[in-house]
């Protein structure tokens, strides 16, 4: 089992972190929230965030010149239907408190037929995913009918000339081998929404502070990212959001993810050995059974190896996997992964 228990954040906490958004967000409704909760369908196996009041804040009219990492461009001060290239892009968009455009793109495999079950969902209620990855669908992109278009694989230089045919477009490559976070703010900065972007900051901070209530002596207990695939492992902090978590909660790293300025090391059936000083690993899966039950067969494979039975790591709940969505860094997947870590490890 994923989760263990709902974990409950404190109304003190809460209300100050609340009261931060609500602040920021001044044209937006008063903050209001539930609890963390279990989620249903596939993330029936998650204890999901809290979320804040996430109204979109009315703009002035007219437009402004913005330097993005490609140039100036010029954007819309008050767009009415705004959409993001990627999910990730899309989940920055709702904390920035940009209003949706009806149609936006998921992930077009890996089971995904909806929105990332973690994203804030009332945000999403009246809005229409359509496939957009790994084939891009600029044809559904134009049917969207954007007037503001946030895009996070400025990586791709198709994607860049294509956009801005379509709409402006603010494009950024978020996928650079540095923290999303630094990239959520500068985005934030350049959009003239630095102030969500801190209220959002206080948000995690302040769940952080009350997750390591609930473990006792972090630093004692060593964890990983670590992915499994054709009878071989590979612990890596190189996506970001895992090893991020893991040091704002005063957790012990394993030092071979670290490797390589995060991009890790690989470990083959004879290398097991080499993985018994980690108390908990945890690995991203596809969407819904179909991805943990493909997780599950993975683990079956190593469960062959008699060096397999040696590790913590081979006990129960101690080999976690979660949403591969929570990865790829937006506020809201952080948020996410840290209810991952806060429900396996509590005391």
């Not at 369908?41 to 979320?51: E, K, N, S, T, V």
């Not at 206080?202 to 952080?208: F, H």
């Not at 909660?249 to 059936?269: C, H, K, Q, S, Y």
């Not at 991203?284 to 913590?312: C, M, Q, V």
């Amino acid at each position: 089992m994923l989760v263990g228990q709902n974990n409950r954040i404190s109304t003190a906490v809460l209300a100050s972190a609340l009261l931060t958004m609500s602040l920021s967000a001044a044209h937006a409704n008063d903050a209001a929230t539930s609890a963390v909760g279990q989620g249903t369908g596939h993330c029936a196996h998650y204890a999901l965030p809290a979320f804040p009041d996430l109204t979109p804040i009315a703009g002035a009219d007219g437009t402004h010149s913005v330097t993005s990492p490609f140039g100036e461009v010029e954007l819309p001060t008050n767009p009415a239907a705004s959409l993001g290239m990627y999910t990730t892009d899309i989940d920055i968009l709702i904390w920035l408190g940009f209003p949706l455009a009806k149609q936006q793109p998921i992930r077009g495999d890996n089971n995904y037929q909806s929105f990332p079950c973690f994203f804030p969902l009332a945000a999403l209620e009246n809005v229409t995913p359509f496939g957009n990855y790994p084939e891009y669908n600029f044809e559904q992109v134009l049917v969207a009918e954007p007037d503001f278009i946030l895009n996070g694989l400025g990586y791709d230089a198709t994607v860049n000339e294509r956009l801005p045919q379509i709409a402006p477009t603010y494009s950024v490559n978020a996928y650079d081998g540095r923290s999303w976070q630094e990239h959520f703010k500068e985005t934030a900065t350049a959009l003239g929404r630095l102030d969500r972007y801190e209220a959002w900051l206080a948000l995690y901070q302040a769940r952080l502070d009350e997750v390591r209530q609930t473990i006792e002596n972090p630093a004692d207990i060593v964890v990983s990212p670590l992915a499994a695939w054709d009878g071989k492992f590979a612990a890596s902090c190189y996506a970001g959001v895992e090893c991020t978590v893991f040091r704002d909660l005063g957790l012990t790293i394993f030092e071979p993810a670290l490797v390589d300025r995060g991009t890790g090391t690989e470990f083959g059936p004879e290398d097991l050995g080499q993985l018994t000083e980690i108390d908990y690993a945890f690995s991203s899966a596809a969407a819904g059974e179909e991805g943990l039950a493909s997780f599950r067969k993975s683990i079956a494979d190593f469960e062959k190896n008699p060096l397999w039975s040696t590790l913590k790591i081979a006990g129960e709940g101690q080999y976690v996997p979660f949403d591969m969505e929570m990865v790829y860094g937006s506020p809201s997947g952080q948020l996410a992964f840290l209810e991952v870590v806060a429900a396996t490890l509590a005391k």
